[in-house]
């Protein structure tokens, strides 16, 4: 901390409990916060380039590896683009099983952030190791044994847990016996009990005053909670599909970040992410689970991005209760059919745990990639996270400085950014003067 006068500056030289290397820079002078920049500079990683030249049927791995957290998504978007391209319908049986294995990411990602990284700030820690010390062992035990079923399921169905490799594109390369998905609903159930008391746990944290006016979007369909399919609805605006995605939406350069800004070309900012997607999709939710979200004081909107954490348990709670249903009624698919090459192109998108990804890709004869292009939801939150900071750091000036950087981090990872997806640190800055 330094200061001279009226100019105090707050620099922090790490975060932890986010995914990837940035910085935060707040500047305030007076009573008007007058700049807030969430920066990135980590170097790109050019998987849109290095997807070119290789076989459409690769997309699905090597997407994969751009996150550890949730390699599904990228790999169910990436089958979906290819599908579209190349004018494949996959069999029902197979797209339930993609959804089983989806529920499997959302448990394994959303218990990570909630237990690990989340949980510490409403607790007033300065991590998850700290609250597991200090009278939370319990709190720290459930998201483990929660993440381990997400785990166990994205195992099973997907080869390991980490990058699955049973995915391709039309389907899966080996489709499993009835029997042996019945070997995970013991842990899923487990961590089904363990979830209905965590929705309430999160119900009852302590939530800052805050209310976002910011347009949502998310996946939606017909008949059940968007995770692997959907036509992308808005608060704003009319559904669309995945081809209409770079016509309506807009990716430009900001010379702060690395990263991409992604905004409506008409309507400005959006956020994707389990609030918006909550909030666009809470009437397909089973009774049960809006019963339990009412309990633990959540309307069928969520505008306070601190309750993001209850979201996403209620979201768990979710996903548990659908694998085990998606166990009870499985059928093996049968295989993917082949891949005709042609000149083609198409695009497709799911719900990672963070929100709506999304892939087009651009085949030439010969069926490899000619042109790539990815989307993933951090890009899109990041200007609408700048819009959150800005007026929250106006609304809590009163605050000391250090209780405001407390705040801002805090505020910063309700979105659960996944800068790089791979943890590093945020650098945050507050420069005061009157």
Same mark, same amino acid.
């Given at each position: 901390m330094s200061g001279d006068g009226g100019e105090r500056t707050i620099s922090v030289g790490e975060l932890a409990r986010v995914e990837g290397e940035g910085a935060l820079h707040v500047r305030i002078r007076g009573e008007r916060v007058e700049d807030v920049r969430l920066e990135i500079f980590e170097p790109p990683r050019f998987f849109e380039a290095l997807l070119r030249g290789r076989p459409a049927a690769d997309a699905p791995d090597i997407t994969s590896r751009i996150c550890g957290i949730?390699?599904?998504?990228?790999?169910?978007?990436a089958c979906a683009a290819v599908e579209d391209a190349l004018?494949?319908?996959?069999?029902e049986r197979a797209r339930a099983l993609r959804r089983?294995?989806?529920?499997? /990411?959302?448990? /394994?990602?959303?218990?990570?952030?909630?237990?690990?990284?989340?949980?510490?700030d409403f607790l007033g820690y300065e991590g998850a190791i700290e609250m597991a010390r200090d009278g939370h062992e319990q709190l720290f035990q459930r998201g483990l044994l929660i993440k381990r079923a997400g785990n166990e399921l994205m195992a099973l169905v997907g080869g390991r847990s980490v990058h699955p490799v049973n995915l391709r594109v039309g389907g899966f390369h080996r489709s499993l016996r009835a029997e042996e998905l019945r070997g995970v609903t013991e842990t899923l159930r487990r961590a089904r009990d363990e979830l209905v008391e965590a929705?309430?746990?999160?119900?009852?944290?302590?939530? &800052?005053?805050?209310?976002?006016q910011t347009e949502y979007a998310s996946l939606r369909t017909e008949d059940d909670y968007p995770m692997e399919r959907?036509?992308?609805y808005s608060s704003a605006g009319d559904p669309i599909g995945p081809d209409r995605f770079e016509d309506d939406y807009l990716e430009s350069h900001v010379s702060h970040s690395t990263a991409l800004h992604s905004r409506h070309r008409e309507r400005g900012n959006y956020i994707v992410g389990p609030i918006a997607r909550y909030s666009?999709?809470?009437?397909?939710? &089973?009774?049960p689970i809006a019963d339990a979200a009412r309990s633990a004081g959540l309307g069928p909107i969520c505008r306070n991005p601190f309750q993001s954490i209850v979201v996403r348990c209620v979201e768990m709670l979710y996903a548990a209760d659908e694998a085990l249903r998606l166990i009870d009624a499985y059928e093996p698919p049968p295989p993917a059919p082949p891949l005709e090459p042609r000149v083609a192109a198409g695009s497709g998108w799911s719900e990672a745990p963070r929100g709506m990804l999304w892939h087009r890709y651009e085949l030439d004869a010969d069926g490899r990639i000619s042109k790539a292009r990815i989307v993933p939801p951090t890009s899109q939150n990041q200007a609408a996270i700048e819009d959150d900071l800005s007026g929250l750091v106006q609304a809590s000036l009163d605050l000391p400085d250090d209780d405001l950087q407390w705040r801002c981090e805090?505020?910063?990872?309700?979105?659960?950014?996944?800068?790089?997806?791979?943890?590093?640190?945020?650098r945050m800055e507050i420069d005061r003067r009157d």
């Open positions: 949730c390699p599904i998504a990228y790999q169910v978007s004018g494949i319908e996959i069999d089983l294995i989806y529920c499997g /990411e959302w448990l /394994e990602s959303h218990s990570l952030h909630v237990f690990m990284l989340h949980a510490p929705v309430a746990w999160a119900g009852g944290l302590p939530f &800052p005053d805050r209310v976002l959907g036509e992308l666009l999709n809470f009437d397909l939710l &089973p009774a805090q505020a910063v990872r309700n979105y659960d950014p996944c800068i790089s997806c791979s943890t590093h640190f945020l």
